[in-house]
């Protein structure tokens, strides 16, 4: 099955996934994400837009539900859309740590993908109105992320073209089948420097469409170039710049 390729977005999609530190509960990596480290970076950008240096255009946090005696290899993912992808730091964020949610996880480093929307469906917004607006959670959804591993000897370029000539069909079919209503890619800008060849952001309004999902999905040949394939499930986003 194939069919029309969805536009690249023009912006970079950085990708930072974080993991907390063993002595770091989930509850305060929360607490410390939300209340110190987001506001902290919704600063940062507001301030880079004064003097003109390029900024965030939006900012979106995902939490990661955990999984009782399957610990996640990651708690969450946070994204920022920047007009080029931000360069490789030569040391990790959080190595000298600037806030306590940087003391809290472990030291994390950006991933800059090229973002594909192909399923645009409207995500629930409620900003506080008597606090500051942002930043504030979302919910109402279930989303499955999946990071992809391109398995050894394979050729990247060939993967994505089967990513999105037939593996995008093939899933938004399925999506629109079983009531999913928003889709998003992400390829790896830099394969070959980066775990991961490519994330997939899959929304569906609730877990019995997801699990529809699972039953009706055909595979179609993109296991050729896939080796590992990370699944983490959430229904909770924290929204930063929206």
Known sequence: MTGSRPAKSKSAKMQFLIKRRQTTTREELIAHWF????????????AEAITGRPQASRYIATLFDPRPGNPHLWDGVAQLWFPEPLPRPKVAHGEAPKDTFQEKVEPYIPWATHEYVVMEGDLPLDPPTLNPPFPCTRSGFFKVTFLVCLKDGSNSSELFNHWLDVHIPNVRKTMEAVGGFRYVVGHSQ?????????????????????????????????????????????????????
């Open 190 to 242: 830099e394969p070959a420097a980066e775990p991961y060849a490519g994330m997939a952001e899959l929304y569906f309004p609730d877990v019995s469409s997801w699990t529809k999902y699972k039953d009706l999905i055909q595979p179609d040949g993109m296991e050729r170039w896939v080796g590992e394939v990370l699944r983490f499930e959430s229904g909770t986003e924290m929204v930063g710049i929206p």
């Open 35 to 46: 209340a110190n480290h987001m506001p902290d970076v919704i600063a940062q950008n507001t």
